[in-house]
């Protein structure tokens, strides 16, 4: 499988790569299509303070006098040795403004993943064990989280732990409280996707007769779920988390703005409001790489837990339905 799995994960990668230039591509198209000339209109802002020397270079340096095809070119060309191009606002190099308020995100979004995963998988253990009548009350919770935007959670944290009890500032929000508790916020309607998933799942292979056999040895419930449950059960949540990536990135924008963080979130607010073009579509392309690379990563690791998957030249097999996927692997289902 060795072979198979190296062919499959380049084809993988190089569907990555090629999704991550078409994100580009498209947001660059959408931009120049736009009504007006944006670009002119901010670098010739008196309140920017540009001189017209200033203009003429940054002018020249996107090729503003050239074609659309050639700007596409040389900001195509630009992305992909790194470099982002400059602030139409503060003159300052995208890269360097990203790479400023980027890590306060990450830290937010690692966390409420972790958040989401861990209160998720509580929620499928409660549900599963817990007495008949509570667990079903429990099964409410998924839709209960998905019904509450995050931003309501976030001002009702914000009011209980900083204006009450006063654990933390809102002034300083990078603190690790402050942090776990916009987090928190953020992670709640996460958790709620991957609860629903994990519940229908460990319903299902409850019921296969591998766990009634398990059961009749005199397995306790405890074992029988982190030994035999949980791993073919959580199989299809590595696929969830990976999509739920996206809702952390825009979900995190709002959370920012809740809990005043300075992070991408506040950088797109200033650079939509200023039309800082240049701003805007470098974050739409780290957070089209972002989102790609969690999902290639996913789609790498699904082979890799899952025993029934076979790749055959690159492409999965083993199933007898068709598929209009023909990249995702898909598990063959066996006697266990």
Not at 76 to 92: I, K, Q, W
Not at 169 to 196: K, M, N, W, Y
């Amino acid at each position: 499988m060795s072979s198979d799995y190296a062919r499959y994960a380049v084809r993988r990668v190089l569907q990555a790569a090629v999704v991550v230039l078409l994100a580009y591509v498209f947001t660059f198209v959408v931009i120049s299509v736009l009504p007006g000339d944006p670009v002119s209109n901010t670098l010739r802002n008196p309140e920017n303070g540009f001189t017209e020397d200033e203009i003429t270079r940054i002018i020249a340096y996107y090729g503003l006098d050239q074609p659309v095809y050639v700007q596409l070119w040389e900001s195509l060309t630009r992305f992909l040795s790194g470099d982002l191009g400059v602030s139409l606002r503060s003159n300052l190099p995208v890269s360097q403004m990203l790479g400023d308020v980027l890590p306060s995100t990450l830290r937010l979004a690692g966390t409420a993943l972790v958040v989401a995963v861990v209160l998720a998988f509580a929620l499928a253990f409660a549900v599963q064990y817990l007495p008949p009548r509570l667990g079903q009350v429990l099964r409410s919770f998924p839709s209960l989280f998905l019904s509450v935007p995050n931003f309501i959670v976030g001002l009702l944290l914000l009011q209980v732990f900083s204006f009450q009890l006063g654990l933390f500032r809102v002034i300083d929000s990078e603190t690790p409280l402050a942090t776990f508790v916009a987090a928190v916020a953020l992670g709640i309607p996460v958790s709620a996707q991957i609860a629903e998933v994990l519940i229908a799942n460990l319903d299902h292979e409850s019921r296969q007769e591998y766990a009634a056999v398990a059961r009749s040895r005199g397995l306790g419930r405890v074992r029988l779920f982190w030994k035999h449950l949980l791993k073919p059960s959580s199989l299809p949540v590595v696929t969830v988390i990976a999509l739920t990536v996206g809702e952390l990135l825009g979900g995190s924008l709002i959370t920012e703005a809740i809990f005043g963080r300075a992070g991408v979130g506040s950088l797109v607010q200033r650079s939509v409001s200023t039309q800082d073009l240049p701003v805007l579509q470098a974050v739409v392309a780290l957070a089209a790489v972002v989102f790609v690379v969690v999902n290639l990563l996913a789609d790498l690791l699904y082979p890799l837990l899952d025993p029934r998957v076979r790749l055959d030249g690159g492409r999965r097999t083993g199933s007898t339905t068709p598929t209009t996927d023909p990249v995702r692997p898909q598990r063959e289902v066996v006697a266990p």
